[in-house]
């Protein structure tokens, strides 16, 4: 298994620019996450999904959006990026509620850079 | 409102000493608490979890205790190995169907060989 895939490692962008942060996982797993970790900070849960098609908010959620077509997909959309949304961003999946083991597994991150 | 404290950004240990990380929450929400590991450019791993009507979880080198009435728990690892030397977060598993987690700010594992 692959676990938790992110692509890219690294981006920079413009500000005022688009992207999308891809994550994919072959765990089977039902729930995913995005989170973002700024410098010296702990991880800020920005959206989740708890299965292909419901997908809600999370603390930090302003300027992304997400969509979750497929158990295996989540991508983050970035709209009109801004120096704030410079961090880097990690993607989670799990089992989820009634799992035996449903700690969250972490993709490797992709580092963004807003100028 | 920080809801998951983790008081010291750094620790220094000796190889073979135990090193105890410390956190303080204040959601009473929680029903899980996880311990994660973190290599620079690489994600979080899973290391050890606590429910919170059990006071203390052991795997192997690594022990977490967990104080409900003074929202503490701890983070024990023995003997300590340079292999630790890492960021561990603390996190809060609030209930609830989405099994949300809150972290801490992290504290940076130094072990000295």
């Known amino acids: 298994n692959a676990g938790v895939t992110q692509t890219p490692k690294f981006r920079i962008l413009k500000i005022g620019q688009s992207m999308t942060l891809q994550c994919a996982q072959d765990?089977?797993?039902?729930?995913m996450y995005w989170y973002r970790q700024d410098p010296g900070m702990g991880l800020k849960l920005i959206y989740y999904?708890?299965?292909?098609?419901?997908?809600d908010k999370g603390e930090v959620p302003n300027g992304y959006n997400v969509s979750r077509s497929t158990t295996e997909d989540f991508p983050l959309r970035l709209e009109l990026a801004a120096p704030s949304q410079t961090s880097v961003y990690f993607c989670?999946?799990?089992?989820?509620?009634?799992?035996?083991?449903?700690?969250?597994?972490f993709g490797p991150g992709t580092r963004l850079t807003v100028t | 409102d920080q809801q998951v404290k983790q008081n010291s950004p750094s620790l220094s240990v000796q190889e073979g000493r135990i090193s105890i990380l410390n956190c303080d929450y204040t959601?009473?929400?929680?029903?899980?608490f996880l311990w994660y590991k973190k290599y620079p450019a690489e994600g979080p791993t899973f290391l050890i979890s606590i429910s919170s009507i059990k006071d203390k979880n052991e795997d192997g080198r690594f022990t977490v205790f967990l104080n409900k009435s003074a929202k503490h728990l701890s983070l024990h690892i023995v003997p300590s190995q340079p292999g630790d030397s890492a960021v561990y977060f603390c996190?809060?598993?609030?209930?609830?169907?989405?099994?949300?987690?809150?972290f801490g700010s992290g504290t940076q594992l130094t072990v000295l060989p």
């Open positions: 959601n009473s929400m929680f029903d899980y």
């Open positions: 765990m089977n797993h039902n729930y």
């Open positions: 996190a809060g598993r609030r209930t609830g169907s989405a099994r949300q987690l809150t």
């Open positions: 989670a999946s799990s089992y989820g509620r009634g799992h035996p083991r449903d700690e969250q597994y």
């Open positions: 999904s708890v299965g292909a098609g419901i997908t």
